[in-house]
């Protein structure tokens, strides 16, 4: 019985994942996030994150670079999110015409 369930559990599963997939990469087509954005609206709140990014995008994969010259990576996770990994360890929310990034440590790029 059970290995009739994960018999025909599996490919649902396995569409599932895919599906998901497709999805994350057709958001990070539709959002052309590369650019040069600055850090606000408080500036002593963008002191520790830098002033300045520079974003290059390859599908849901962002390198990003400050005036500092810290480097990191980020992942489109959706097509209103994304999530920042080290040195800023954040979570983003696009606004809708994606010139702008909301950070959850309160501040938000915007694309110039």
């Known amino acids: 019985m059970l290995n009739k369930f994960l018999v025909l559990t599996a490919p649902v599963i396995a569409a599932f994942a895919v ?9 990070a087509a539709q959002s052309n996030l590369a650019g040069s954005y ?3 609206p408080d500036a002593k709140a963008c002191q520790w994150s830098g002033m300045t990014f520079t974003v290059t995008q390859t599908g849901n994969h962002l390198d990003i670079k400050n005036d500092k010259g810290d480097v990191g990576t980020a992942t489109v996770t959706s097509n209103i999110s994304l999530s920042a990994g080290p040195p800023w360890n954040m979570l983003g929310v696009l606004s809708a015409d994606s010139r702008a990034i909301s950070w959850s440590n309160g501040t938000t790029w915007q694309k110039l």
């Open 19 to 27: 599906f998901g997939a497709v999805q994350v990469q057709a958001a």
């Open 38 to 40: 600055r850090c606000g």
